[in-house]
Structures are given as structure tokens and as C-alpha cells.
């Protein structure tokens, strides 16, 4: 806007936004575009519906142009219309039952998109003052030139991973000095390779002379300086892999460090992605980064080392037999592209068998990581069964690849000894015609062959390169990503020290991203006083964990606001919001480390005292003080060592070390005994006294004493007050009906805890 062009190009402006932002900016758009000629890329039709002319294409070609209107009256069989239709078909999808909900403020309304046909009719055409529609639709025309966009594609992947590569050496900047000595012993190394084939070739014809006192001499000189030459091979070898090495594992660190916690920072959208999932994540984590490292750390000096072979070894043939030299260098393409052959061909081109082999890994880990589920359903034959089943594709590869490999390997060892044959047949020419002596010609052969299968090597290399740049992409993909909500943005308003928690989500509309067409709340309104416990209940499904994970903002709402202390989270920094609360889950997610550390979890800046009498609040503090190790035992993986009540006071523990001012608890007795209920629960009495608290349960039992409870069912609050309230005002309702599927006992019904009552007609009178 600032340039204020004549010519406008849009391409897909508001393709990423929201229907709220599109409708802003859309609407700026629209002002902005009046007296420019504007050329609009869009996929969502609804942004185009005001252009002076809509031309559709379809491979390459201008298939139909004319205004939307135009384009609508050509009926159901036209490329737009079906466009528009298939759009409005996935909008219905995810609308359909909003539709059915009660009527909401108008400003919520307007926020959402209406049909794209039914819309056109309340807008008016743009004042364009240069409409396209002056040209007719044969003058209409666009040409591609399809050999121009993969160069620029080829060209651009060159360039984007040249610069992934001074990405890397920036990072691995501070260890420029280690570099540096690695590559001065790789160099020497590639010195003192070509050095050795020289020396043993100069061996060879020393014993082909007559003269024994001279070739005793001869030999005596070469053996000590073959001991010279691996005494030098053992320091200068040591030093380019020590260094390299160095350089090499520092990468790995730092790319690690930055890639998890690039992952961290990620929205929880994100990992609900499937090719997000932990298990591929976690190998990504350990495979790119070492793939990064071979391709830069380990392979660099190999290359280095090579190069100066090379250097030397040319150098060296054409100083003492040029002929024979230029013959070598000629033949110098067959004798690499044979080696390389070689290597791979006797490798069977097994690299391009990990992708078969991903799933059948896949389920291996998976039941591995699951090992009691397996056992317990004594499904030990099935998971080989299936295991078995998916090694068939990657067999019947092999079998191919393997008659190819035999075939293939063979073809490579007769180009090479060809090769050979040829360069030793010229030399004894070069001989027989007194051109040169076997001394010279022998030596040039040798030196040039070796540094001809350290060519070779170099190009053994190309796949650790390729999927060395295949990390590196994958790596600066990640670190790269700019999260959709991020979680320690500067800019965003600290939350103050002390907060009250009053906690209200207000009009909130919610849909997981990984499921768009099922939506989880319609117009929700939902509030939790300060100070005071707000039990969330429905049936299963019905979203109730959902409103912990707004309230978190692990999600945003499609639309409306969920705020604290009346103003809405989006503004604050969300690092500084998640202090202020403490979340103890239906599952207890325990480290494999002590239980002191587990609770210490909490906060970063806990003392010992204040985890023990986080323990002693969490009734966890007696039976681990009876461990033999204390607060220092080991809990195993996922606090396998510990039983599930066990686990759970050590959460509540963790929660409460917190001293959050809202606390969220989500079915947090829900898969415990009743003993271990009890406990659990006499402990969540005491960690919600005087704070801010939301419980997500399905045993009504332990939610009884809540200030309000809000009935959950259909993506709205259906029934909302105190126990007691629900039960009388509405006798056959969810509530009720629930309760009576829970068979309480009369007392568990009726009965209030005492203390509590008289909270709870003051919310009932509230509500009222």
C-alpha cells in the first residue's frame, strides 16, 4: 500500500487468515484496489466475488471468463459454478449444526462466513477504473512457458541449500579453529597417501635392478622412510578425525538443542498432525541431526584429504611421464564410475529400502512402547504376524535388487581391470620404445590409480551428501516455522504478579484443526468466579477437556474470547499466563527421573521445604518418606514403579508447588480405586481451597461440593448451578439423569459437605 502502484497483484492475500481477519482485510482490499488494475490469485472464491472479470483456469488454459454473475448463469455445468459448490459443501459441512444453535449476538454473526452466492447479491460491483472487463473475452489471453519454472525451481533449490549450508557453518562458527587443524591433517593425509604410492612404486623398481649392493641401499632407505611416512600417517590421521570430530558432535549438540527447542515451541495443533507424531518426531530429533553431522563434519574432511591426493597425484604424473599421465587422466572417468559401482552394487542399493521398512519399524516400536497392552491381550502372535507382513515388500525388493546387484558388480570389475589393463599395456609401450623407463612409468601408474580411487570415494559420497541436504532442509523447516501461538512472545503483555482467576469464555466457537468438519463448541458461554470451583460434567466427547486446553491455550477459539480477569489471553504472554496455573491430568505424566525432581517439575525455583510440604498437602509425603530411597527414588518410565494413586499424589504434589492461583483438574480420580480416590480427593480439597479451580469429572461423587456445575452436551452449556440447584430445578434432566445411571446412594445425592452449603445457595441465588 505504500507504493501505491497502479498495477496491483494479489496471490491469495487472505488465504491464511480467519473468516473475522478475512472480513477486515477484505475489506481493505477493497478499498485500496478502487482506480488500479488489480490481478487477484484466489482460492477461496468468496475474495473474488466483486471482480470486474473471473477467469478460470484449468491445465493452462483460460477454460471460462466473465463476471461471477456471468459465470453463476452458465448453471451447474460450468468450472465455477462447481467450484463454488464444492466450497460450499465443506462451509455447510462445518456450519450445519451452528445453524441449529440459538441465535447469538449480532457482531458474532457477521464473523462468519455466509454462502458465496447468497452473499453477491448485498454487494455491489467495484468502481474499478480500469475494468478488464473492456477487453473481451477472445482478446483474453495467457501464456506459460513451461521450460522457464523449473529452472527457476532447480535454481532456487541450489541456492536455498547453499544457504542451508552457511546456515550450518555460521553455527558451527565457534569451532573454526578445530576446523582449521582438522583440515591442515586432512590435507597432509592426502599428501602423504599420494607419498605412499610413490614410495612403494619406487620399491617395486629398485628390486628389478642388478646391482645388489645398490638395491640393499635402495631398500634399507625406503623401509625407513615408510616408517617415517605412517609414524606422520598416525599424528596428521589424528588430528584431522579428533578435530573433525569435535567440530562434528559439537553440530550435532547445538542442531539438537535448537531443534527441540524449536519443537517445544510449537502449538499443540501442530503435533496433533499425523506426520507429527512422537515417534516420528523423536527419530527426526536423532537422525537429522546425524545426518547433518556425516554429511558436514565427517565427509568434509574425507573430501579435503582427497582433494589434496588428487592435487598431488597429478602433479607428481605429469612432472615424470606426461604421456602416460594424459592416458590415465583419459581413463580416469571409467576406473571412478567402476569403483563407485562397485561400493554400491555391493551394498545392494539398500538405502532406498528405509522408507519400506518404516512401518514395519513403526509397529515394532509402537509394541514395544505398549508391551503390557500386547501381553495382556496375548497379542504377541498377531504383532508378528503384521510385523511379518510388512518385512514381504521390502523381501521381494531385495530379491530383485540383489540379481541386479550380483549382475551389476560384475560389469563394474571388468571396467575396472580394463581400465587397468589399458594404462599398464601403454606403459610397457612407452618402455619398449624408449619414451620412458619402468622406474617413471611404474610410479606415475601407481600415484595416479590411487588418487583415481580416492575419487571414487568422493563420489561413494553423493548419497550422505543428498541426505545430508535433505536434513539440513528438514532442520531449518523446523527451526524456521513460526508457531501459531506463541509461547513467550515479547511483545505480549506480561500477566501481573497476582491475578484473582476469574476465568469466561465467552461466544466461543471451537474445532480441532486436525478435524475441521467436526465442530466442539457452538456459542459457548462459560464462567468461572474467582476464588470459587467450577465442575465441568457431560458425556463423554462432549468437549469438557477441551475447555482445559482453551483455557491453557493450547488451542484458539475459531471465535470468541476466552479471558482472564476479564480481558483476553490472546494479549498476554503466554509463558507468563501458564505460572498462574497448575494442571493435574487424568493420566499423571511422571519423568524417568526421582519423585523429588518430578515434583520439583513445578517450579523452577521450588526449595526443599517447599516440595515436602507439597507432598504433605498431596497426602504423598508418608508413603514416600516409607520408600527405602525417599523423595530420591527412581520411578521407572512413565512412573511405572509406582501404582496409580501413588502417581497421582505426586501430580497433585507438582501442581501444588506451583502455588498457581487457578487450578485445572481434569478426571484427575477417574482411573483410581476407591481407596486411592479417597486419598487423591481429600488432597484435591485441600490444593483448590481459595483458588480459582476447573474439574473435568465423570464420578459425580467428587464434584458435588462445587460452586456450579455446567451440564456440557451438544457444544453448549445445557444446565448450569450448584448440586442442589440442578437437582430441583431441573428433575429430569442431563444432571439428574446422570446421577441416576451413577446409582448414588441418597446421601451421595442430596447431602452437601459441611461448610458447603451455604456457598452453594449463594451461587443458586446468583444464577438465579
Same mark, same amino acid.
Given at each position: 500500500?505504500?507504493?501505491?502502484?497502479?498495477?496491483?497483484?494479489?496471490?491469495?492475500? =487472505?488465504?491464511?487468515?480467519?473468516?473475522?481477519?478475512?472480513?477486515?482485510?477484505?475489506?481493505?482490499? $477493497?478499498?485500496?484496489?478502487?482506480?488500479?488494475?488489480?490481478?487477484?490469485?484466489?482460492?477461496?472464491?468468496?475474495?473474488?466475488?466483486?471482480?470486474?472479470?473471473?477467469?478460470?483456469?484449468?491445465?493452462?488454459?483460460? =477454460?471460462?471468463?466473465?463476471?461471477?454473475?456471468?459465470?453463476?448463469?452458465?448453471?451447474?455445468?460450468?468450472?465455477?459454478?462447481?467450484?463454488?459448490?464444492?466450497?460450499?459443501?465443506?462451509?455447510?459441512?462445518?456450519?450445519?449444526?451452528?445453524?441449529?444453535?440459538?441465535?447469538?449476538?449480532?457482531?458474532?454473526?457477521?464473523?462468519?462466513? %455466509?454462502?458465496?452466492?447468497?452473499?453477491?447479491?448485498?454487494?455491489?460491483?467495484?468502481?474499478?477504473?480500469?475494468?478488464?472487463? $473492456?477487453f473481451s473475452t477472445s482478446d483474453f489471453s495467457l501464456s506459460i512457458d513451461a521450460s522457464h519454472p523449473g529452472y527457476r525451481i532447480e535454481k532456487l533449490?541450489?541456492?536455498?541449500?547453499?544457504?542451508?549450508?552457511?546456515?550450518?557453518?555460521?553455527?558451527?562458527?565457534?569451532?573454526?579453529?578445530?576446523?582449521?587443524?582438522?583440515?591442515?591433517?586432512?590435507?597432509?593425509?592426502?599428501?602423504?597417501?599420494?607419498?605412499?604410492?610413490?614410495?612403494?612404486?619406487?620399491?617395486?623398481?629398485?628390486?628389478?635392478?642388478?646391482?645388489?649392493?645398490?638395491?640393499?641401499?635402495?631398500?634399507?632407505? /625406503?623401509?625407513?622412510?615408510?616408517?617415517?611416512?605412517?609414524?606422520?600417517?598416525?599424528?596428521?590421521?589424528?588430528?584431522?578425525?579428533?578435530?573433525?570430530?569435535?567440530?562434528?558432535?559439537?553440530?550435532?549438540?547445538?542442531?539438537?538443542?535448537?531443534?527441540?527447542?524449536?519443537?517445544?515451541?510449537?502449538?499443540?495443533?501442530?503435533?496433533?498432525?499425523?506426520?507429527?507424531?512422537?515417534?516420528?518426531?523423536?527419530?527426526?530429533?536423532?537422525? $537429522?541431526?546425524?545426518?547433518?553431522?556425516?554429511?558436514?563434519?565427517?565427509?568434509?574432511?574425507?573430501?579435503?584429504?582427497?582433494?589434496?591426493?588428487?592435487?598431488?597425484?597429478?602433479?607428481?604424473?605429469?612432472?615424470?611421464?606426461?604421456?602416460?599421465?594424459?592416458?590415465?587422466?583419459?581413463?580416469?572417468?571409467?576406473?571412478?564410475?567402476?569403483?563407485?559401482?562397485?561400493?554400491?552394487?555391493?551394498?545392494?542399493?539398500?538405502?532406498?529400502?528405509?522408507?519400506?521398512?518404516?512401518?514395519?519399524?513403526?509397529?515394532?516400536?509402537?509394541?514395544?512402547?505398549?508391551?503390557?497392552?500386547?501381553?495382556?491381550?496375548?497379542?504377541?502372535?498377531?504383532?508378528?504376524?503384521?510385523? %511379518?507382513?510388512?518385512?514381504?515388500?521390502?523381501?521381494?525388493?531385495?530379491?530383485?535388487?540383489? #540379481?541386479?546387484?550380483?549382475?551389476?558388480?560384475?560389469?563394474? #570389475?571388468?571396467?575396472?581391470?580394463?581400465?587397468?589393463?589399458?594404462?599398464?599395456?601403454?606403459?610397457?609401450?612407452?618402455?619398449?620404445?624408449?619414451?620412458?623407463?619402468?622406474?617413471?612409468?611404474?610410479?606415475?601408474?601407481?600415484?595416479?590409480?590411487?588418487?583415481?580411487?580416492?575419487?571414487?570415494?568422493?563420489?561413494?559420497?553423493?548419497? $550422505?551428501?543428498?541426505?545430508?541436504?535433505?536434513?539440513?532442509?528438514?532442520?531449518?523447516?523446523?527451526?524456521?516455522?513460526?508457531?501459531?501461538?506463541?509461547?513467550?512472545?515479547?511483545?505480549?503483555?506480561?500477566?501481573?504478579?497476582?491475578?484473582?482467576?476469574?476465568?469466561?469464555?465467552?461466544?466461543?466457537?471451537?474445532?480441532?484443526?486436525?478435524?475441521?468438519?467436526?465442530?466442539?463448541?457452538?456459542?459457548?458461554?462459560?464462567?468461572?468466579?474467582?476464588?470459587?470451583?467450577?465442575?465441568?460434567?457431560?458425556?463423554?466427547?462432549?468437549?469438557?477437556?477441551?475447555?482445559?486446553?482453551?483455557?491453557?491455550?493450547?488451542?484458539?477459539?475459531?471465535?470468541?474470547?476466552?479471558? *482472564?480477569?476479564?480481558?483476553?489471553?490472546?494479549?498476554?504472554?503466554?509463558?507468563?499466563?501458564?505460572?498462574?496455573?497448575?494442571?493435574?491430568?487424568?493420566?499423571?505424566?511422571?519423568?524417568?527421573?526421582? *519423585?523429588?525432581?518430578?515434583?520439583?517439575?513445578?517450579?523452577?525455583?521450588?526449595?526443599?521445604?517447599?516440595?515436602?510440604?507439597?507432598?504433605?498437602?498431596a497426602n504423598a509425603h508418608k508413603f514416600i518418606s516409607a520408600l527405602p530411597d525417599g523423595y530420591k527414588t527412581f520411578v521407572g518410565e512413565r512412573g511405572?514403579?509406582?501404582?496409580?494413586?501413588?502417581?497421582?499424589?505426586?501430580?497433585?504434589?507438582?501442581?501444588?508447588?506451583?502455588?498457581?492461583?487457578?487450578?485445572?483438574?481434569?478426571?484427575?480420580?477417574?482411573?483410581?480405586?476407591?481407596?486411592?480416590?479417597?486419598?487423591?480427593?481429600?488432597?484435591?480439597?485441600?490444593?483448590?481451597?481459595?483458588?480459582?479451580?476447573? *474439574?473435568?469429572?465423570?464420578?459425580?461423587?467428587?464434584?458435588?461440593?462445587?460452586?456450579?456445575?455446567?451440564?456440557?452436551?451438544?457444544?453448549?452449556?445445557?444446565?448450569?448451578?450448584?448440586?442442589?440447584?440442578?437437582?430441583?430445578? /431441573?428433575?429430569?434432566?442431563?444432571?439428574?439423569?446422570?446421577?441416576?445411571? #451413577?446409582?448414588?446412594?441418597?446421601?451421595?445425592? *442430596?447431602?452437601?459437605?459441611?461448610?458447603?452449603?451455604?456457598?452453594?445457595?449463594?451461587?443458586?441465588?446468583?444464577?438465579?
Amino acid at each position: 500500500m505504500l507504493k501505491n502502484p497502479a498495477i496491483l497483484l494479489l496471490d491469495e492475500a =487472505t488465504s491464511a487468515l480467519d473468516s473475522e481477519s478475512e472480513k477486515l482485510v477484505q475489506e481493505a482490499l $477493497d478499498r485500496f484496489m478502487i482506480g488500479r488494475t488489480t490481478l487477484v490469485i484466489a482460492h477461496r472464491l468468496s475474495t473474488i466475488r466483486k471482480a470486474d472479470l473471473v477467469a478460470v483456469l484449468q491445465q493452462g488454459n483460460v =477454460t471460462e471468463i466473465g463476471t461471477h454473475d456471468e459465470l453463476i448463469a452458465k448453471g451447474e455445468n460450468g468450472v465455477y459454478m462447481k467450484l463454488i459448490r464444492m466450497q460450499e459443501m465443506a462451509h455447510e459441512t462445518a456450519l450445519s449444526n451452528a445453524r441449529k444453535s440459538s441465535a447469538r449476538p449480532s457482531s458474532a454473526r457477521n464473523s462468519v462466513s %455466509s454462502p458465496i452466492i447468497a452473499r453477491n447479491s448485498s454487494y455491489g460491483r467495484s468502481p474499478y477504473s480500469r475494468r478488464l472487463s $473492456d477487453f473481451s473475452t477472445s482478446d483474453f489471453s495467457l501464456s506459460i512457458d513451461a521450460s522457464h519454472p523449473g529452472y527457476r525451481i532447480e535454481k532456487l533449490a541450489f541456492k536455498e541449500q547453499a544457504s542451508s549450508f552457511w546456515r550450518l557453518a555460521k553455527m558451527n562458527s565457534p569451532e573454526w579453529v578445530y576446523a582449521l587443524v582438522g583440515s591442515i591433517g586432512s590435507v597432509i593425509c592426502g599428501f602423504l597417501s599420494a607419498f605412499f604410492a610413490y614410495v612403494l612404486s619406487a620399491v617395486l623398481s629398485v628390486y628389478y635392478n642388478q646391482n645388489h649392493a645398490y638395491m640393499s641401499r635402495e631398500i634399507e632407505k /625406503y623401509c625407513y622412510l615408510l616408517i617415517g611416512l605412517s609414524s606422520a600417517a598416525l599424528i596428521f590421521n589424528t588430528l584431522q578425525h579428533f578435530f573433525w570430530d569435535i567440530v562434528g558432535e559439537n553440530l550435532t549438540k547445538r542442531v539438537r538443542e535448537k531443534m527441540l527447542a524449536a519443537l517445544l515451541k510449537n502449538e499443540m495443533a501442530w503435533f496433533d498432525q499425523e506426520e507429527n507424531e512422537s515417534a516420528r518426531i523423536a527419530a527426526r530429533l536423532a537422525l $537429522d541431526a546425524n545426518n547433518v553431522r556425516s554429511a558436514i563434519g565427517d565427509r568434509i574432511s574425507v573430501i579435503v584429504q582427497n582433494t589434496a591426493l588428487m592435487l598431488v597425484a597429478c602433479t607428481a604424473g605429469f612432472v615424470l611421464q606426461w604421456r602416460l599421465a594424459l592416458v590415465l587422466i583419459a581413463v580416469f572417468p571409467l576406473v571412478v564410475a567402476a569403483t563407485v559401482l562397485q561400493k554400491m552394487f555391493m551394498t545392494g542399493f539398500s538405502g532406498d529400502l528405509e522408507a519400506a521398512h518404516a512401518k514395519g519399524t513403526q509397529l515394532a516400536g509402537e509394541a514395544i512402547a505398549n508391551v503390557r497392552t500386547v501381553a495382556a491381550f496375548n497379542s504377541e502372535a498377531k504383532i508378528v504376524g503384521l510385523f %511379518s507382513t510388512n518385512l514381504e515388500i521390502p523381501l521381494r525388493r531385495c530379491f530383485w535388487k540383489g #540379481q541386479i546387484a550380483g549382475s551389476g558388480y560384475g560389469i563394474a #570389475q571388468f571396467a575396472l581391470y580394463a581400465s587397468y589393463a589399458l594404462g599398464l599395456w601403454y606403459a610397457s609401450w612407452l618402455v619398449k620404445h624408449g619414451i620412458s623407463d619402468f622406474s617413471k612409468t611404474i610410479r606415475v601408474f601407481m600415484v595416479l590409480m590411487v588418487s583415481a580411487n580416492g575419487a571414487a570415494e568422493t563420489l561413494t559420497l553423493a548419497p $550422505d551428501f543428498i541426505k545430508g541436504g535433505q536434513a539440513m532442509r528438514s532442520v531449518f523447516d523446523l527451526l524456521d516455522r513460526k508457531t501459531e501461538i506463541e509461547p513467550d512472545d515479547s511483545d505480549a503483555t506480561p500477566v501481573p504478579d497476582s491475578i484473582r482467576g476469574e476465568i469466561e469464555l465467552k461466544h466461543v466457537d471451537f474445532f480441532y484443526p486436525t478435524r475441521p468438519d467436526v465442530p466442539i463448541f457452538r456459542d459457548l458461554n462459560l464462567r468461572a468466579r474467582a476464588g470459587k470451583t467450577l465442575a465441568l460434567v457431560g458425556p463423554s466427547g462432549c468437549g469438557k477437556s477441551s475447555v482445559i486446553a482453551l483455557i491453557q491455550r493450547f488451542y484458539d477459539p475459531s471465535s470468541g474470547r476466552v479471558m *482472564i480477569d476479564g480481558k483476553d489471553i490472546r494479549k498476554y504472554n503466554l509463558k507468563s499466563l501458564r505460572k498462574h496455573m497448575a494442571m493435574v491430568p487424568q493420566e499423571p505424566c511422571l519423568f524417568a527421573t526421582s *519423585i523429588y525432581e518430578n515434583i520439583a517439575y513445578g517450579s523452577e525455583s521450588a526449595t526443599e521445604a517447599e516440595i515436602i510440604e507439597a507432598a504433605n498437602l498431596a497426602n504423598a509425603h508418608k508413603f514416600i518418606s516409607a520408600l527405602p530411597d525417599g523423595y530420591k527414588t527412581f520411578v521407572g518410565e512413565r512412573g511405572v514403579q509406582l501404582s496409580g494413586g501413588q502417581k497421582q499424589r505426586i501430580a497433585i504434589a507438582r501442581a501444588l508447588v506451583r502455588k498457581a492461583e487457578v487450578m485445572l483438574l481434569d478426571e484427575a480420580t477417574s482411573a483410581l480405586d476407591t481407596e486411592s480416590e479417597r486419598s487423591v480427593q481429600e488432597a484435591l480439597d485441600r490444593a483448590y481451597s481459595g483458588k480459582t479451580t476447573i *474439574i473435568v469429572a465423570h464420578r459425580l461423587s467428587t464434584i458435588r461440593n462445587a460452586h456450579v456445575i455446567a451440564v456440557i452436551d451438544d457444544g453448549k452449556v445445557a444446565e448450569q448451578g450448584s448440586h442442589s440447584h440442578l437437582l430441583k430445578n /431441573y428433575p429430569d434432566g442431563c444432571y439428574a439423569r446422570m446421577i441416576q445411571l #451413577q446409582r448414588f446412594t441418597p446421601s451421595q445425592v *442430596i447431602g452437601m459437605a459441611p461448610g458447603s452449603s451455604s456457598s452453594a445457595r449463594t451461587m443458586d441465588d446468583e444464577e438465579r
